[in-house]
């Protein structure tokens, strides 16, 4: 008679590293399957750690997707690069994403030094749709090898999916036995409340003119179900630093702070599965991005 085998469940803790724009929160969202964490095309989009679960089978896999690595202009900014590199500390292994080609940033070159001490590291090459030759490809996984900082070297598309399928294959060797952190049906650990306020940021980034997005802030003050009916109230506050940017985001006869209401409640009602009442104010907090107060305020931990 055939004995009954346990089968012994790990995890895979992985952060996702690398320069603005790379593609970490794509490549995220492609492997979780879910909208985890905000795209646009604006640099500096992710501004704190967002976790990312994915259960297969025994195997949970975990992905902390960072903001991007820069040189530091602001408070905030050197908030968000201090937890990028705080997060290659509490994994089992790095992704770091790079560019199909052009020369390595200093911010890069400071990021895979630390490497060298941090543990292991797989390197991606991220958009390789974009690439029109094996040729160059092949060039820039020699460069990146030469580093002698990866184990690995593996070509994706977080935008059609090439290759994302084999980093599951590549990041499991690193995995450790014990019990799954999340529940198997998870994809992530951020409340729904700063899900929220994240989708209404990224309607900010898309709609706005370049110099206003990266000046605003948006926390949720009210997040309320109705006892009586399938509906979510939601208050949120969206927070700038200047008078006229204040001005800009509400729009002639608050058109665009509607624009960007109407296209964040309708992501709002795909993600709570529910109606929602979302309502959007604009407050004035004048340099709170270098302000450690409104900065610990407005949700911003410290690493």
């Not at 399928?165 to 409340?193: C, I, N, Q, S």
């Not at 009210?222 to 006892?227: Q, T, V």
């Not at 949120?236 to 001005?247: A, L, N, Q, W």
Request: net charge neutral.
């Amino acid at each position: 008679m055939a004995k009954n085998r346990t089968i012994e469940t790990q995890s895979v803790f992985a952060a996702l590293v690398g320069r603005p724009n790379v593609g970490k929160s794509s490549l995220t969202n492609r492997l979780v399957g879910e909208k985890v964490a905000i795209v646009t095309q604006k640099p500096q989009t992710t501004r704190s750690r967002i976790t990312g679960v994915i259960t297969r089978g025994p195997v949970q896999y975990v992905l902390l997707d960072t903001p991007g690595i820069h040189a530091p202009r602001s408070k905030l900014d050197a908030r968000m690069t201090q937890t990028a590199a705080a997060s290659v500390q509490d994994v089992d292994v790095t992704l770091m994403l790079f560019e199909p080609a052009g020369d390595l940033t200093e911010s890069e070159q400071r990021m895979v030094e630390a490497l060298r001490k941090a543990g292991p590291a797989v390197a991606v090459i991220n958009k390789v749709d974009t690439l029109r030759s094996f040729a160059a490809l092949e060039a820039r996984r020699q460069f990146l090898s030469a580093l002698g900082v990866f184990d690995t070297v593996l070509p994706v598309s977080a935008l059609d999916g090439t290759g994302c399928e084999a980093l599951f294959e590549v990041l499991r060797p690193y995995g450790h036995p014990g019990p799954h952190y999340f529940d198997d049906d998870a994809f992530t650990d951020m409340p729904e409340k700063e899900l929220v306020a994240e989708l209404v940021r990224e309607k900010a980034l898309l709609f706005l003119r370049d110099e206003i997005p990266h000046g605003i802030a948006v926390t949720v003050t009210r997040f309320k179900e109705r006892a009586d009916k399938d509906l979510v109230d939601i208050d949120v506050e969206i927070s700038c630093e200047r008078k006229s940017h204040k001005g800009m985001i509400i729009g002639k006869g608050g058109q665009m702070l509607k624009k960007i209401a109407t296209a964040a409640r309708l992501d709002c009602e795909s993600l709570l599965d529910t109606k929602v009442n979302l309502q959007c104010w604009v407050k004035v907090r004048e340099a709170w991005r270098d302000n450690e107060h409104l900065l610990d305020e407005l949700g911003f931990a410290k690493p």
